[in-house]
């Protein structure tokens, strides 16, 4: 965009219309990928990034394990756009 943008981030669930890489799970809780800033400002024609990391529980049952979800993305006037980013999460064993 020529025009400055405020751009929103939120974890989602897998889309099953997308195809998951072979050894992955969708992810089950959305909430552990967490965002820096809940938003950022992006300048005019411009790329902005955003920081994330990943909450997992510690319990084994998430050990070993390999999710996809998404992140989803808004602009500040609340609407959805149609880019969602695919994030792949590997644990530890």
């Known amino acids: 965009s020529q ?5 929103m981030f ?6 099953v219309q997308l195809s998951m890489p072979e050894g ?8 552990w990928i967490v965002f820096a ?6 300048a005019g024609e411009e790329i902005g990034q955003a920081r994330l990391q990943f909450l997992i ?3 084994k049952k998430y050990r ?22 695919k994030v792949f999460i590997e644990t530890k064993p």
């Open 3 to 7: 025009d400055p943008l405020e751009v």
């Open 10 to 15: 939120e974890g989602s669930r897998w889309n």
């Open 24 to 31: 992955f799970e969708p992810i089950p809780d959305p909430s």
């Open 37 to 42: 800033s809940s938003h950022v400002k992006v």
């Open 57 to 59: 529980p510690d319990d």
């Open 64 to 85: 070993g394990k390999k999710y996809a979800g998404l992140v989803r993305t808004a602009l500040a006037s609340g609407f959805w756009l149609d880019a969602a980013v």
